[in-house]
């Protein structure tokens, strides 16, 4: 029996406003429990909420990015349910008329394109957080996150296996970031995943009973949890036993999901009207405004980076998965007139020191002016490759000029043609036997003579020039 796997996303993100949705309480990461709260946030009687403009275009520009419907008329509900974390009683949210509409996103797994529709995009506010005490058996409820406002991205269920469940996941993350809507930290909640998961025969039309995974804040976990629940779901249909529609977790330390709660559908949140909030009403103007400030986006400068300097799409793909380092890639390139060389630089040197020392590349120690001066010595024959990854490593460390690190550690190329000839003489001196097998035929040999230039100049010299001079003097020698 043949099962197909159905996959729906719903990835909420945190958008990087300065105050929160409602109120102007700030958003920035705090330590101590209920330091940024409003009595907005805390739901106080007799106070109004007033939406964060910010957040409006933040929700605009990333729907123009996903080739989205913008509603220009879209409103706010109330989604009724009781927790601690939520002192209102609801959370303020979008139901049928959300701001964004009818979008897609390209995902690429395996060299093959594949395009995923996303429903809707619809603004609502964060809830709070509890806190487990373990030693004292407590719980706490901190209330900074709640007001933070949020984007909740919907798909359709178009995916079909864990693997593209991530690929999209991975392009979305990179999509909000790129267009600085959202930090991202996944770790810090400001990007979450449910999954959808259900299962049905090859032959069925219609779709399985749906189990969703929720809280998901790692692209490994997420594919863990959606290939064990898969599996799960194929091994109670195969003895007889129904899927109920549910809400699991996931337990990273077993690798499993377990039932939560039964799932709410929509009925059961009795949404309504929120009525301290008026509908929204956005003008042409104000769409066209934001479509102007919009950056070029990552696949298109990936096939400018591809046309312009002629990288690879390996190389292109890895520079533009990040806006910052597409844009440190560009200065690098430009600085140096080496748009090749600057990405094999930054794709092999750079980003392996900065993964080693877990930075970001905004955290180089290394600038890209500081980078492209470097380049520009290697493309001008003055330094080999050997010794510009010595005069990398003294930047990253001491973080002098490139020129300066050069004086004073003495590693400028030996470009004289005297001084190399006098050498490859010597060397042919003291090597008479090679020089015999070379002369008989032994090519191979020819490298060990060229090595040997190389060690006497302590890899100085350029390789080129050693291997054109030694040519000619074996050449002569033969005549």
């Not at 197909?4 to 719903?10: D, K, S």
């Not at 109004?48 to 990333?62: R, Y």
């Not at 594949?114 to 957080?129: M, N, P, Q, V």
């Not at 002629?310 to 998965?321: E, I, M, P, V």
Request: proline share 4%.
């Amino acid at each position: 029996m043949h099962w197909e796997t159905v996959i729906g996303l719903e990835v909420h993100v945190q958008l990087n406003t300065q105050s929160k949705f409602f109120s102007c309480a700030p958003t920035k990461p705090c330590k101590i429990p209920n330091a940024q709260v409003s009595i907005i946030d805390l739901a106080m009687p007799g106070v109004l909420p007033v939406v964060n403009q910010v957040a409006i275009e933040k929700a605009i520009l990333l729907g123009l990015a996903l080739k989205a419907t913008i509603n220009k008329k879209n409103c706010f509900a109330r989604k009724n349910y009781f927790y601690p974390d939520l002192p209102k009683g609801y959370q303020i949210s979008q139901m049928d008329h959300p701001i964004v509409q009818c979008g897609q996103l390209v995902i690429m797994l395996d060299n093959v394109e594949k395009i995923i529709r996303i429903t809707r995009a619809h603004l609502e506010e964060d809830a709070g957080k509890l806190t487990h005490d373990h030693t004292t058996q407590l719980t706490g409820v901190d209330l900074n996150r709640a007001g933070i406002p949020l984007i909740e991205i919907v798909s359709e269920p178009d995916m079909c296996s864990a693997q593209e469940a991530v690929a999209y996941a991975r392009r979305l993350h990179q999509l909000v970031t790129w267009l600085d809507i959202s930090v991202g930290d996944m770790e810090a909640g400001n990007f979450r995943m449910d999954a959808n998961v259900s299962i049905r025969q090859a032959t069925d039309t219609a779709l399985g009973t749906r189990r969703e995974i929720k809280n998901l804040n790692s692209f490994r976990f997420l594919e863990q949890a959606i290939e064990y629940e898969v599996s799960w779901q194929i091994e109670q249909r195969m003895q007889g036993y129904p899927i109920q529609q549910a809400t699991v977790l996931f337990d990273a330390d077993t690798g499993q999901t377990r039932s939560m709660r039964s799932k709410e559908n929509a009925h059961d949140y009795r949404y309504f009207p929120d009525p301290d909030l008026p509908p929204m009403q956005l003008e042409t103007a104000q769409i066209e405004t934001i479509r102007s400030t919009m950056p070029e986006l990552p696949d298109m400068m990936k096939q400018r980076f591809m046309a312009v300097y002629q990288l690879s799409d390996y190389d292109a793909s890895l520079l533009t998965a990040q806006r910052s380092v597409a844009q440190y890639f560009e200065l690098v390139a430009k600085q140096s007139g080496q748009g090749k060389l600057a990405a094999n630089w930054i794709n092999g040197e750079l980003l392996a020191y900065l993964n080693k020392e877990a930075l970001s590349i905004s955290q180089s120690p290394v600038s890209a002016q500081a980078l492209a001066t470097l380049i520009k010595k290697i493309a001008q024959g003055k330094l080999s490759h050997k010794l510009a990854k010595q005069v990398f490593e003294k930047m990253w460390v001491i973080r002098l000029p490139v020129d300066d690190i050069i004086r004073n550690e003495g590693l400028e190329n030996i470009t004289d043609a005297d001084a190399i000839s006098q050498i490859t003489e010597a060397v042919i001196a003291d090597n008479a036997h090679l020089v015999v097998q070379f002369l008989a035929g032994k090519e191979k040999v020819f490298n060990a003579l060229v090595g040997q230039v190389m060690k006497h100049t302590q890899g100085k010299a350029d390789p080129e020039q050693v291997q054109h001079t030694l040519r000619i003097k074996l050449a002569h020698i033969s005549s």
